[in-house]
């Protein structure tokens, strides 16, 4: 699995998800659509990197 959902108290109180990649990587969290969206992007694009910064 390359990516996991962190859901805390912060997030959780913000509506928001903190993706952590399994190269060790944790982007700043955002909305879960967001994170759904990026994910299906890249599984769509059939794109090999786990993560773009933007």
């Known amino acids: ?3 996991q959902a ?3 108290e ?5 509506g928001l998800v903190a993706p952590r990649l399994r190269d060790g990587r944790r ?3 955002l ?3 967001e994170l759904l969206r990026r ?3 890249r ?3 059939r794109r090999p ?3 773009d910064p933007s």
């Open 31 to 33: 909305s879960g659509a």
């Open 1 to 3: 699995m390359p990516y």
């Open 27 to 29: 982007p700043a969290a």
């Open 43 to 45: 599984v769509a694009a």
């Open 49 to 51: 990197g786990l993560w």
């Open 10 to 14: 912060r997030e959780a109180a913000a």
């Open 6 to 8: 962190v859901i805390g």
């Open 39 to 41: 994910i299906g992007d």
